[in-house]
Every structure is written in C-alpha cells, then in structure tokens.
C-alpha cells in the first residue's frame, strides 16, 4: 500500500538528519513529507538536501509557527489528493523510533483503520522519564479513556498510521485540536464511527537533543476538550433513552 510519512518540524536541526536517514531506511518505498514551520535554523534547508540524497523526501515549508495539528492536517490532504492509501506521522525528535514504522504500517495492511504505537500497552516503555511526568501522562490517558470510552489506552501518543479511507470518512480537515488534543481528538472520531484501532508496543525514548515543545496550555486545551466531549456524549446517550 502506498505510504506517506508526515513529519512535522519546527527547529530539529539537531534531529533532522538522524531521523530521515533512519525513517528512510526503516521504510525504503514510503516517501516522507517533511511539514517545517519556518524553523529559522536551517531545518528546512537540511531536509532538503537529504532529500536529494535520499530520494523520495519532499519539505514543505510553512509560512510560521502553527502548531502540530495543523502540520498534520496539512501534511494529510496532500496525502488524500495524491492517493496514498496509509498516511503516517511521527516527531522528528526521535522520541519516536522510525524502525517501529513498519510494524504500525503492516497492522494496517492487516485490516486496522488506525494503529498507535503505544507506550502503555503490554511490551511498550517510557525508561527514564521522570516518576511525575509518567504519572501525568499515565492520569491523562486514564482520563481521556473513562471520558471518551474509546478504549484507547495511549490516545495521546502521537506516532501512528492511519488509513486514508478512516481520515476520509471522520473528515480530519475539520479537526481542531493541536499538540497532544489531535492525537485524541482522531482516534475519539475513528471510535465513533466503528473504526478498529489498534495498540502496537513501542518504546518511548524522550529527546536528547534540542528543546520540547510541549507546555501546559496544550495539556491544558486537550484535558478541556474531553472534558467536553465526553459531558456532550453522556447527555446525548441520556436523551436518547
């Protein structure tokens, strides 16, 4: 199945090289579109001359800062309009290991509509992340999976391979959220509409080089949303009785 690999940047000219060289040798045929936010430090640039390299790498630079959901939403209706029948997304800071591409890629082959490289399933790790942001982590999906009742375990995780068809039919354009709410907010959609997800072990590695981009209004945004969502499903369910 033809496959797209969306890789949003915005300053990982620390991690660029590593990870396209790794991701292109984890999976020879898929072509990788890199989603850059006017970086300003040569991102960009870099990714443009592995791709000469490489082969089968195009960067799409992006006018400014406009956060992760919208380098997906983005990197997606290129995907759709060529006809890429898996579209896939994955950080560039190599928190995600590229060499866990083909295992999600082959669950979808095999029948899934979305397929999650889960950190919290039987097999999946997070070593050496500190006991409090695990715990957050580990609260926050709980959370989300009580509110939401998709029976994710690893909704915010953000390395996974979708079918086009899934993004096609939950319409991922009309997506709202960024940072860690897309990741919620799509595999809350895919739920709705009976779409199978599955959970495929991985190990989590936290970036060593350059800086995060997370902070509390995105954690913030995303606990705001299920809170919503799921008060919106248990009055609907309610009125429907």
């Known amino acids: 199945m033809r496959t797209l690999v969306c890789i949003p940047t915005y300053k990982e000219i620390e991690n660029i090289e590593e990870v396209l060289r790794r991701t292109r040798a984890a999976v020879p045929t898929a072509h990788i579109l890199v989603l850059d936010d006017n970086s300003g430090d040569g991102t960009a640039e870099l990714a443009e001359k592995l791709g000469n390299q490489l082969g089968n790498i195009e960067v799409l630079r992006r006018p400014g800062k406009a ?22 997304e994955m950080d560039a800071d190599l928190s995600h290991q590229p060499e866990s591409l083909p295992a999600l890629i082959q669950a979808v082959e095999d029948g899934a509509d979305l397929a999650i490289g889960s950190r919290y399933v039987p097999g999946g790790a997070v070593p050496n992340w500190p006991a409090h942001r695990l715990a957050i982590s580990r609260w926050g999906n709980t959370y989300a999976r009580f509110m939401l ?74 606990m705001g949303w299920v809170t919503l969502w799921g008060i919106r499903d248990r009055l609907t369910r309610r009125r429907s009785r």
């Not at 956060?67 to 896939?88: K, V």
Request: one cysteine or more.
């Open 149 to 222: 009742r998709h029976g994710v375990t690893d909704s915010t995780a953000g390395f996974r391979a979708f079918r086009t068809t899934i993004v096609e039919t939950i319409n991922h354009a009309t997506t709202k959220g960024e940072g860690y709410l897309v990741q919620v907010e799509t595999a809350y959609m895919i739920s709705r509409v009976g779409g199978e997800i599955v959970e495929i072990p991985i190990t989590f590695r936290d970036r060593e080089r350059g800086t995060s981009k997370m902070s509390a209004w995105i954690v913030g945004e995303a």
């Open 67 to 88: 956060g992760l959901g919208a380098a997906y939403r983005a990197g997606f209706a290129i995907g759709r309009s060529r006809g890429y029948e898996i579209l896939c």
